[in-house]
């Protein structure tokens, strides 16, 4: 009788193991090995999911972003082109508004569909990050071509919101942020470090007590607001909390084989040339490596801020991108604007075939991405003709069909309620003005 065949037993890797050598570590990538030895043949092919969120101030021309014709066979725009060999990776929606959107105060209801200048409310990338953000060393991260929130201007800097409705601080220097993701600390910048957690852990058990006497000579009213304030206490001690824990766990230092140069790279406020293609596909390339470090699995991006988009020589333009959008018509500011957008296309198709280059499971770490795209205007400040993309997502169940026509005034929320769910988020009743999730879309 024949003996059954041996299968030794391996061992489960850790998502963060390290491989260590010549005083250098590097992140292993994801790895079947990873998974827990109980998984399922159907489960060996998952991996983890990722969001990111694109917001694209000032609009685009409309008159040459959308395909024609729907579904596979339809034709790329002028403004699509650069996006022909990869449409099989993405879906332009037709048809997606902002109730509040039009105007430049379009990036405050982006996001939330709460209007400028109103009480805002959590995002979806932060409903993502509460869901992914805690196997992460970074719950999630916000970049933009502007640093800080540029909350009160029409040039907001963000599109991430925490739960009061405070907006999260954007970073928009490509070498502050990977050193913020892949440089470890010296030795001066530890002890540095651990001064700065026992300093905060102080002043926020100070604030907490003082906090807790003044509670009982309030009234209701005045508790409420105490509450929040609370609230907004725990969520500063959780983030500690996470910085203590992973101060001692070395950051991963990706194969920078292709990528740009991190060290001299120039931010747009910085002092050097600036060029802004470089900067482009520096900041997509530092979101593929965020990704595929498991660094983070949630990210926000203003890519243009509103009343913003310069003249840079790789545009070949002769206005602003805000100029250029009124138009007035003028055959030349169109056509001028339609040049700056596909340049614009350019670098996403570069950042889709960077994700689409790096191997995951039985996919691409795209496959396991979800990456939405809108703006809150169309042309002529409109609130209802949005350039409005999601790309990515195929092993997470997004079937894609290039140009996918909605029904009109379709709300963009309902974009995100797709995506969030796709996350894990149970998006329990309502979401904000959203309709529903796009069942168009999914497999």
């Known amino acids: 009788m024949s003996q059954p065949s041996y ?15 010549a005083s250098t570590c590097l992140a292993l990538p994801w790895l079947e090995a990873m998974l827990p030895r109980t998984a399922s043949a159907t489960e060996s092919t998952k991996a983890v999911p990722r969001m990111g969120m694109f917001y694209f101030g000032t609009g685009m021309n409309m008159r040459q ?17 650069p996006l022909e060999k990869q449409r099989d990776q993405f879906t332009v929606l037709s048809g997606t508004s902002l109730s509040h959107g039009g105007g430049h105060d379009g990036a405050y209801p ?12 959590i995002s979806p990338d932060q409903l993502a990050a509460e869901v992914q953000g805690k196997h992460t060393r970074f719950p ?12 009160g201007s029409q040039a907001l800097a963000t599109i991430s919101w925490n739960r009061q409705g405070i907006p999260l601080a954007a970073e928009n220097d490509p070498q502050t942020i990977f050193n913020h993701l892949f440089r470890p600390p010296n030795s001066q910048q530890l002890v540095k470090q651990s001064d700065e957690f026992r300093q905060r852990g102080s002043v926020l058990d100070a604030v907490l007590s003082d906090a807790k006497q003044l509670q009982t000579r309030l009234s209701q009213s005045d508790r409420q607001q105490l509450d929040q304030y609370f609230h907004s206490i725990r969520e500063v001690e959780t ?10 766990r070395p950051k991963p230092s990706p194969n920078l084989d292709g990528f740009g140069d991190y060290e001299k790279a120039v931010a747009p406020e910085g002092n050097g040339k600036f060029v802004y293609d470089t900067y482009a596909k520096l900041m997509y390339d530092l979101i593929a490596l965020a990704f595929q470090t498991d660094s983070t699995r949630v990210v926000s991006y203003v890519v243009r801020t ?3 988009g310069g003249v840079y020589p790789e545009f070949g333009v002769s206005k602003g991108y805000h100029e250029l959008t009124h138009h007035g018509n003028d055959p030349k500011n169109l056509e001028e604007l339609a040049r700056v957008d596909a340049i614009y296309m350019q670098h996403w198709s570069h950042f889709l075939n960077r994700l689409a280059s790096i191997r995951e499971g039985e996919g691409t770490l795209l496959d396991n991405t979800l990456l939405g795209f809108s703006s809150g205007m169309g042309i002529g400040h409109s609130k209802d003709l949005l350039p409005t993309m999601i790309s990515g997502g195929s092993g997470l169940g997004i079937r894609h069909q290039t140009h ?27 979401f904000q003005d959203s309709t529903g999730s796009i069942r168009e879309l999914l497999a």
Do not use: C
């Open 404 to 430: 996918l026509q909605l029904k009109d005034n379709t709300p963009l929320s309902s974009l995100w309620q797709t995506m969030v769910e796709r996350m894990g988020v149970n998006v329990d009743g309502e």
């Open 65 to 81: 972003f959308y395909p024609e014709g729907y579904g596979q066979d339809a034709k790329m725009s002028r403004i699509l082109k």
């Open 239 to 248: 983030t500690l909390r996470r910085e203590m824990d992973w101060s001692d």
């Open 110 to 121: 982006f996001a939330t569909s709460i209007a400028r200048g109103e009480k805002q409310t």
């Open 7 to 21: 299968k030794p037993r391996l061992k489960t890797l850790n998502r963060r193991m390290l491989l260590r050598g």
């Open 140 to 151: 999630s991260l916000q970049l933009s071509v502007k640093r800080g929130t540029g909350f």
């Open 306 to 308: 509103e009343l913003a």
